[in-house]
């Protein structure tokens, strides 16, 4: 992936900001005794803590061509229950990419208005956590002695360098808050035609007002707690907040904004895009044998993705002197002489490749509908601030991200896809929509050999083959992971069968995203089925064993989304007990599921009755039904727990000479 500042921050970048700071407080505000009074929550009832206040000044600096952006956080909590203490005591503060975290102080004040300070060696950089494959850095530390009733504050700055383009400010937390305000000194120069400009979101007006030394505030109050569902639509299109950025102080109307857009785009990587001879014979030798466009363009594309280091990403495996050493590429001949560059340069290279193989290709701004839900009426570039490639193909056009890891060629991130992309054109912008996966390009298919004792215990070999958007998830989970950590992690993933035990195990096709990935292993499994004197209940949906609902609460109140459309394709094959055999076997339930998905399930038991064979086939995600509106939530509620229902299906097996009808 690859961002851009806006134009406006660009040129503001240039020159020198002349305007006084405004200095960071050096004492702690005021304790109100009310605060430490208060016994109950104020902005909800049942809330473990609130937020009393959280106060952010924010100063832009330029100096020469650098910018910088400096954030100072002031945040003071009542603690109500000891829930809340042990959830607000410790706090992590996330350090997104370069980002530094300084100046922080915190300190615990008692009911009786004793205070305790936090120690400096109380303060750690550490990995805060590991999220579908990626790590989030920061700085963690543990307010002093807490207690219920305690009032906690703390402090610091975030320096945030080359930034000054866009800054959201978010209002609305996990957290029920009285009040949050923000302090703005907006950039002024009076030959420039820019100016700061705000848009809120799910909120209330909140109109700036002037304060000391040229600063801007607003504040909002008594904020209730944002409550996340699963599988919800991205939090930006839920909860209030504010964006600030700059932008020409005129009035934009939407479809001359994306043309404008466009054209910038296209003239700038015109600039940067040359297709010499070297790119010329490289792009008709990677294509060579390929007989159709479209598998021409997935062979750029996964060269590109596999063979050139992105210096900006881990999985490159690059060590910190070999960043170093890769020079700055001015062209795509540069980087495919290097083969490494930034996600850019990466872009440039499968651009010029596609041209150099007879193809039009164009940078194309895609949004990312992980973060937000994008509509081109709301023209600014903050929500399509992210690039790809697109490529016509015939009369379509086909996009291509050739700079991000683990995707299969020729596909997008699930982030990127159904999406209005706005291509780059020399006489103006213009939006196509990008493909979209079926659901069985994105498929989780899994296969059990399996062997039942009469003690219920269960042994046998698993195969996991996954594809699509599902197999870059398992990338990234695995990204630079040891062997070991790896069956270490399997090991906890099959907790749904008790304790078992795992050996053979084996992650194929890994770092290979041209192939799918698969996992293997032997599995053993006590306590599988039940077990009465003369029965055994057994499930024959084995890798369903254990689940819990999809959507457990009766109500709801956002939007269902679902990432993408998916596939599950399940064969298990169970050999029964000696001496045991099946008691009128029925089969699950199939079911067209509408137009959105399907369920298919299969039953057979060997003719000499020792061997039960069970299918699934459970698809979800079809025409592109990633959305359904919270008030369809109790048909999809149903349809769920169908499945579930029929998941569970239980056989009984009877031991021979045993009378139907037994305990």
């Known amino acids: 992936m690859l961002s851009f500042l806006s134009r406006a921050a660009w040129l503001l970048a240039l020159f020198v900001c002349l305007s006084p700071r405004l200095s960071w407080a050096a004492d702690w505000r005021p304790v109100d005794p009310a605060e430490l009074a208060q016994k109950t929550p104020k902005v909800e009832p049942n809330a473990d803590a609130e937020v009393i206040f959280w106060d952010v000044k924010i100063e832009d600096q330029l100096t020469g061509d650098d910018s910088r952006r400096i954030l100072n956080h002031y945040i003071r909590f009542k603690i109500f229950t000891d829930r809340g203490k042990e959830k607000y005591s410790t706090v992590e503060i996330n350090r997104f990419g370069k980002h530094r975290i300084g100046d922080i102080a915190g300190r615990t004040i008692k009911s009786d208005g004793t205070i305790i300070d936090l120690k400096k060696d109380s303060i750690f950089d550490r990995d805060l956590a590991k999220t579908k494959g990626f790590k989030e850095k920061g700085t963690t530390f543990a307010l002093p002695n807490v207690e219920v009733g305690d009032i906690i504050e703390y402090r610091y700055k975030e320096y945030r360098d080359n930034e000054l383009a866009y800054l959201p400010l978010q209002f609305q937390r996990e957290i029920p808050i009285w009040e949050v305000t923000y302090h703005l000194k907006p950039l002024r120069l009076d030959w420039l035609p820019w100016g700061m400009r705000s848009i809120g979101f799910h909120l209330k007006n909140t109109p700036f007002k002037a304060e000391t030394q040229g600063y801007f505030f607003t504040t909002m109050t008594n904020i209730p707690a944002f409550k996340q569902e699963p599988m919800s639509p991205p939090e930006d299109s839920l909860r209030s907040w504010l964006l600030v950025y700059y932008e020409e102080d005129k009035k934009l109307v939407p ?128 929500f399509l601030n992210t690039y790809s490639v697109a490529v016509k193909v015939g009369e379509e056009w086909k996009f291509f991200d050739p700079s991000t890891k683990h995707l299969m060629p020729g596909t997008l991130r699930w982030e990127e896809e159904g999406q209005q992309a706005l291509i780059s054109d020399p006489k103006g912008g213009f939006f196509a929509t990008t493909q979209f996966s079926s659901p069985e390009a994105s498929s989780r298919i899994r296969h059990a050999n399996l062997k039942l004792n009469e003690e219920g215990e269960i042994e046998g070999t698993l195969e996991y083959i996954f594809t699509g958007h599902i197999a870059a998830e398992e990338r990234r989970r695995y990204e630079n992971e040891t062997p070991a950590a790896i069956e270490e992690d399997w090991k906890a993933r099959m907790g749904r069968y008790g304790s078992p035990t795992i050996s053979d195990f084996q992650i194929l096709q890994k770092d290979d995203a041209t192939l799918p990935l698969v996992v293997r292993m032997k599995l053993s499994a006590q306590g599988y089925c039940a077990r009465t004197s003369k029965r055994i209940l057994m499930e024959p949906a084995f890798f369903e064993h254990n689940s819990t609902a999809q959507f457990p609460e009766a109500t709801r109140k956002w939007d269902i989304y679902f990432h993408y459309a998916y596939t599950e394709d399940d064969d298990v094959t169970i050999e029964l007990p000696e001496g045991w055999q099946l008691d009128k076997p029925s089969a699950p339930t199939s079911s067209k599921l509408s137009d959105v998905g399907n369920y298919k399930v299969r039953l057979q038991v060997t003719s000499d009755n020792k061997k039960v064979i069970y299918s699934r086939k459970f698809s979800w995600g079809g025409k592109g039904t990633l959305v359904i509106p919270a008030q369809n939530y109790k048909g999809v509620k149903q349809v769920f727990d169908f499945v579930q229902e029929q998941d569970h299906h239980v056989l009984t097996l009877l031991k021979q000479g045993g009378a139907s009808g037994g305990n």
């Open 255 to 382: 479809e001359k904004y994306w043309k404008e857009i466009g054209k910038l785009d296209f003239n700038a990587i015109k600039l940067r895009l040359k297709v010499d001879n070297s790119i010329k014979r490289s792009a008709e030798e990677l294509v060579s044998g390929s007989d159709t466009d479209l598998a021409k363009l997935q062979k750029l594309d996964a060269f590109c993705r596999n063979k050139v280091k992105n210096i900006y990403s881990d999985s490159s495996e690059m060590t910190s002197a070999e960043r170093k050493a890769v020079k700055e590429n001015k062209n795509p001949s540069d980087t495919l002489k290097q083969m490494a560059g930034t996600p850019t340069d990466i872009n440039l290279l499968f651009t010029a490749l596609a041209s150099g193989a007879g193809f039009e290709a164009r940078f194309a701004r895609i949004p990312d509908r992980g973060r937000h839900f994008f509509t081109p009426e709301l023209p600014i570039s903050y």
